[in-house]
């Protein structure tokens, strides 16, 4: 690498234009890139989502060479100073991908950015996610840094000294980033047109799964396709034409049929004006139900009230990168989560059928309780469209057990029994979502009452411990509701509103002593209780029928005898023999028989198809009719969303 000096400028006999082009710091331009390819390489290794090929090779390089042939034709001092920001700004930014991705399988996306205010929350949860390796992305940051102050130091005067000479060196010189911008884009826009016509056919219309577009653009393409996706979105060019409408339209009235059907059916208004008290339990995962680790049961009190209640052991969370709001909008709302982000932040606006108000109209007092900033998920906006007339959030409580992220779940079940009290209003409706066995689900060591063996210190163990707290939490309030008289007269749920985040499966091996396939990997990530207890123990009972979050209001609104045909929602009552599948955000679904997971290159011929309840592989043909339905449940879930539809159904 050779830099220009004062020195050299004055006493070195003047080169040919097209030798100083060859200098640093157009050189320093590919050093970048080569050092950006090279980073993308290895963060593609760390996603482990399908692997480089060759396209990914060429469209990594032809984001890199975007990303610094326009430093090309700027002054020396600038360019140092671009090319160093460039190599911060990007690394920076893959490294955020990195961390998102480890904690959401998911890349960070225009929608992510704007909750992006929540990451000083959840600090610890990002510490605990980086790895010693992952500074590889960030090493050469300072060598950059001190190359451009270097460079920018050391720059003088204009070599070319000579207007003439001057004005032909800036010509060849954006001759010369103009040429490699044009290589830059043809390097993406040809490997990803060739995929388009292949495997990568209809996806980027359906948009139901950031990874496949991943793998056709790689992460800066990604990124890139982004901004225009969200763009596209805020703009003029987003309308529905009346076929897609038409297509929307036929989708819920199919859904409402089988809906209708819970009017016929024998618990139809069986609890009509009962209490509903809801609890949507963090992380919560069906495995700890009846497991027993050291001798002693995880949740002894959810394995007593599993005896009195209807339990769905073949229940399932069905969010996406919207987390707990999520799982929230799919149990009230009763729709899918938006393809990336979160429908409360992306889409409080639009006006959905939910629970709060539906009960709301039927004289219920609809409140809803989390003690969390009332900010985050964007609820405080989101609830109210929702239809609650009020919202308990974090300044609402009393600090008397500081625990994990806020207030132990204990006393915040203790204080929300106490402010339904004081509001004094039957019916209610209250949704609580806790927090305690939040992501890292480190509990201080006094409250960490299991023996986990080999599992102690691990996240695995810590998390058992913290699914033992939520289940005392739950003991007790259970006991609190009967001692108030409110047991009776309440049918309590109980839910879970998605997976722990843990896929060390070394760990789960160690707690189940044997190897776990790729199907009971997944069901035990996407499994998560849901129990309803009814008023004097009714109908207990285990009911096998699959089903997901997106069931839950529509069962509800069966026990409580409030015809739910004519509502957009894509769920079910799971009190019916209706059959119809559950589906997930990424195209995988189940309707109890098989289970289908799609192949992280979105080709339909590559998906698993396994029978259940073996769990036996069978050919990707079998699922092929229920992996297109999937897709057309999601299509109009999005629709609905994104478009507004309620008013023009
Ligand atoms: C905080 C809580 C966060 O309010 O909802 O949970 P998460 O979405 O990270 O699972
Ligand atoms: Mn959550």
């Known amino acids: 690498m050779r830099l220009h000096t004062v020195a050299s400028a004055d ?39 399908g692997g480089m090929n060759r396209w990914k090779w060429l469209v990594n390089a032809g984001a890199a060479l975007l990303a610094v042939c326009w430093t090309i034709p700027l002054g020396r001092r600038l360019r140092a100073a671009a090319l160093a920001g460039i190599d911060a700004f990007l690394s920076l930014l893959m490294l955020a991908d990195l961390v998102y991705f480890r904690n959401f399988r998911d890349f960070i ?28 992305l960030v090493a050469d940051l300072p060598i950059a840094l001190a190359l451009a102050v270097r460079s920018i130091r050391l720059a003088g005067p204009h070599p070319a000294s000579t207007p003439a000479k001057r004005l032909r060196e800036r010509l060849l010189r954006s001759g010369l980033a103009a040429l ?5 884009w043809l390097l993406i826009a040809v490997p990803v047109q060739e995929q388009k016509e292949g495997w990568a056919r209809g996806l980027f219309g359906g948009e139901w799964w950031n990874v496949p577009i991943y793998n056709v653009t790689g992460l800066l393409g990604f990124h890139g396709y982004d901004v225009y996706r969200f763009a596209r979105e805020h703009g003029s060019g987003g309308s529905l034409s009346e076929t897609e409408l038409a297509e929307v339209r036929g989708w819920f009235a199919e859904r409402e049929t089988l809906r209708r059907a819970s009017e016929s059916a024998p618990l139809f208004g069986a609890f009509r004006g009962a209490n509903v008290f ?38 399932y969370h069905q969010t ?55 900010s985050f998920w964007n609820r405080t906006n989101m609830y109210r469209g929702m239809g609650y007339e009020a919202f308990f959030s974090l300044l609402d409580f009393e600090m008397d057990e500081p625990l994990g992220w806020s207030l132990g779940d204990k006393s915040f079940f203790r204080q929300t029994v106490e402010r339904l009290k004081e509001r004094d209003r039957q019916p209610f409706y209250a949704m609580t979502v806790t927090l305690t066995s939040h992501h890292p689900y480190k ?50 749920v109980f839910f879970g509103d998605h997976d722990n985040s843990v896929t060390d499966w070394s760990l789960y091996e160690r707690l189940f002593n044997r ?71 990424n195209g995988a679904f189940t309707d109890g028989k098989v289970f289908y997971l799609p192949s992280p290159d979105g080709a339909a011929e590559n998906g698993n198809c396994y029978l259940l309840p073996e769990g036996t592989e069978t050919g990707a043909a079998a699922c092929r009719p229920g992996a297109e339905e999937a897709l057309r449940e999601l299509a109009a879930s999005d629709r609905f969303i994104r478009h507004d539809l309620k008013s023009r159904m």
């Open 11 to 49: 006493t070195a006999p003047p080169r040919p234009a097209v030798w100083r082009i060859r200098s640093w710091p157009v050189w320093g331009a590919f050093l970048v890139a080569v050092v950006l390819l090279l980073k993308l390489r290895w963060l593609d290794g760390q996603f482990d989502v």
């Open 278 to 315: 809801v609890v949507q339990a963090e992380a919560f995962q069906t495995f700890v139900l009846g497991l027993t680790v050291g001798g002693r049961e995880v949740t002894p009190s959810l394995n007593r009230l599993i005896e009195t209640s209807l339990y769905f052991p073949n229940f």
């Open 443 to 492: 509990l201080p060591a006094g409250l960490q009452k299991l023996e986990t063996g080999s599992l102690e210190g691990t996240i695995l163990g810590d998390y058992l411990q913290a699914a033992h707290y939520v289940d005392e939490a739950v003991g007790e309030l259970v006991e609190l509701l009967k001692r108030e008289g409110l047991w009776d007269n309440t049918i309590f």
């Open 109 to 136: 996306t225009v929608p992510v950015l704007m909750q992006a205010g929540q990451a000083a929350d959840v600090e610890d949860s990002i510490l605990s996610l980086l790895r010693p390796g992952d500074l590889a």
């Open 515 to 585: 190897p776990l396939n790729e199907l009971e990997r997944e069901m035990l990530l996407k499994k998560v209780p849901l129990l309803i207890h009814l008023p004097g123990d009714a109908h207990a009972g285990v009911i096998g029928k699959a089903g997901g979050q997106t069931d839950i209001a529509p069962t509800l609104l069966h026990l409580l005898g409030i015809p739910a045909g004519g509502l957009h929602w894509a769920g079910v009552s799971l009190l019916t023999d209706e059959a119809k599948p559950v589906v997930f955000r």
């Open 320 to 374: 996406a990168a919207g987390r707990t709001s999520d799982a929230d909008f799919a149990a009230n709302c009763s729709l899918h989560p938006a393809p990336s982000g979160s429908v409360f932040v992306r889409y409080a606006d639009r006006s959905f059928d939910c629970l709060p108000a539906l009960l709301g109209a039927e004289g219920y007092d609809a409140t809803v309780h989390h003690a969390y900033e009332a």
């Open 180 to 184: 490699l911008a044009v290589s830059g």
